[in-house]
């Protein structure tokens, strides 16, 4: 139990909401979790999780006794001092960031005069906490604080981020929220960083803005690569070995996708487009990323000859391995530019859990890498699961039509399964050809 046990609510069961809720309560705080989903909140009062987080059930499990879970937001605050906004702000038409879920919170917040500080995780524009200030000022609420505390933590691997962070990021001005946050993030190993709101806010976008540009820019090295004869990964290693650079967020592939990358690349560009700036930088990145999958449709239609009736193998089918998120994967455009050119698809992947709309309705889904190969004429590695390491490959080259890989996250090793009969074409890397 932490020294000094605070009363937290939360506001949003999502990934970050949960997983703030249960590292609180795990560090010894007494946590009210609401959110407007009265199925989620069911799920969460059996002892069920509505999403897949490696260790996050277990740990709501072992903190049950001091985490509530409720629709109802006057029994989240009534005995909090800290309301945390953890909603999402999912990207309007505009592509700015759609920020009325915390308007919603703010709304219900008007009476709680108990408070000592209203906190926002969610990623936000710029300037939003100074209009949530005026909002909390107008409603009498000039002694409650208010700070930003934005998240970096990582799907699949949230619990471990949060409670080993690089940094924890507070923004505010006011120094007594600065020491309640602080406190209330102690055992927590990372250090805290505190700063004025906006730079707050801006840390967050900037972040992510970067690690996508690290990301794209290793895309478009592999580009080059594929041009001319280099090989992306040796790049990569050697590259990644000056410290300045450092090797992480520089894995070529099929473009980054996720709930993140993609909307607070946009929601940044936006940002800086309302002020009437164009972030050139920031376009590029966000027009190479949206190509990175089309490209590898136009490699494999260059191989094939056509797609037309060719049936083609998507392993995997989430942005990324250890999640069942399908937000802005890449397999989905992927499979829907596949379809477009006339392939028949059949899938794989251990955790998705995709909208049973087009174009995974017209996808064949297999419970095995091998049955998902079989009869294929090629097979594309959309996303990087171990599991796709302990297929048997022999047998499922013997099942393919045509025993043509395609590598779209450089995991396999070309010459291992050039070796073994295989054509492998990949990101920034010569197409190895069976010896
Ligand atoms: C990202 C950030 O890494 C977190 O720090 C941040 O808190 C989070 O967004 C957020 O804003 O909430 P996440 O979207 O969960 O986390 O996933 P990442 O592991 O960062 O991967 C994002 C995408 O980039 C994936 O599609 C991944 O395949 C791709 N990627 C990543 C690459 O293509 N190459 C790489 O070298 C690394």
């Not at 879970?69 to 038409?93: G, R």
């Not at 000859?305 to 890449?330: H, Q, S, V, Y």
């Not at 095995?368 to 004429?377: E, K, N, S, Y």
């Amino acid at each position: 139990m932490a020294a000094s046990s605070r009363s937290i609510a939360v506001f949003g069961a999502g990934y970050i909401g949960l997983v703030t809720a249960a590292c609180f309560a795990q560090l010894g705080h007494r946590v009210t979790v609401r959110d407007i989903q009265p199925e989620r909140i069911r799920l969460l009062q059996a002892g069920d999780i509505p999403i897949y987080e490696p260790g996050l059930g277990d740990m709501l499990a072992q903190n049950k006794e001091r985490l509530t879970f409720t629709l109802d937001a006057s029994e989240a605050v009534q005995e909090a001092e800290v309301a945390y906004i953890c909603v999402d702000t999912p990207p309007t038409a505009s592509g700015d960031a759609d920020l009325s879920r915390i308007w919603a919170v703010i709304d219900t917040l008007r009476d709680a005069s108990h408070l000592a500080a209203v906190v926002v995780k969610s990623t936000v524009p710029v300037g939003t906490g100074t209009r949530i200030r005026t909002a909390l000022d107008e409603a009498g609420l000039h002694h409650v604080g208010y700070a930003s505390n934005p998240e970096f933590t990582a799907e699949g691997r949230a619990v471990a981020d949060f409670l080993h962070p690089d940094r924890i990021v507070i923004g505010t001005t006011d120094d007594a929220t600065a020491a309640l946050l602080t406190r209330l993030h102690t055992g927590i190993d990372g250090p805290v960083h505190t700063m004025d709101v906006a730079s707050a806010e801006m840390v967050k976008l900037a972040s992510n803005a970067l690690l996508a540009t690290k990301i794209t820019f290793i895309n478009e090295i592999a580009t080059v690569c594929e041009a001319t004869g280099a090989d992306v990964t040796q790049v990569a290693d050697a590259v990644g070995l000056d410290h300045r650079l450092g090797r992480h967020f520089l894995n070529a592939g099929l473009g980054y996708g996720g709930s993140c990358f993609p909307k607070d690349s946009r929601a940044l560009r936006a940002m800086a487009s309302n002020t009437g700036y164009s972030f050139q930088l920031l376009n590029s990145v966000i027009e190479v990323n949206d190509l990175q999958p089309r490209r590898a449709v136009q490699r494999l239609k260059n191989e094939l000859g056509t797609l037309r009736n060719r049936r083609i193998a998507l392993l995997g089918m989430t942005f990324k391995p250890g999640t069942d998120d399908m937000r802005e994967a890449p397999s989905t455009v992927l499979a829907s530019r596949l379809l477009a050119e006339g392939a028949t698809l059949t899938c794989w992947d251990p955790m998705a859990r995709p909208a049973p709309t087009e174009p995974w309705a017209l996808a064949e889904r297999h419970p095995t890498v091998v049955q998902a190969l079989t009869g294929a004429d090629a097979a594309v590695v959309v996303t990087e699961w171990p599991q796709l390491l302990d297929t048997d490959w022999n047998t499922a080259r013997d099942l393919m039509r045509t025993p043509l890989l395609f590598d779209g996250r450089n995991m396999l090793d070309p010459a291992e399964f050039a070796q073994a009969g295989y054509t492998v074409m990949s990101i920034g890397r010569a197409t190895a050809r069976p010896c």
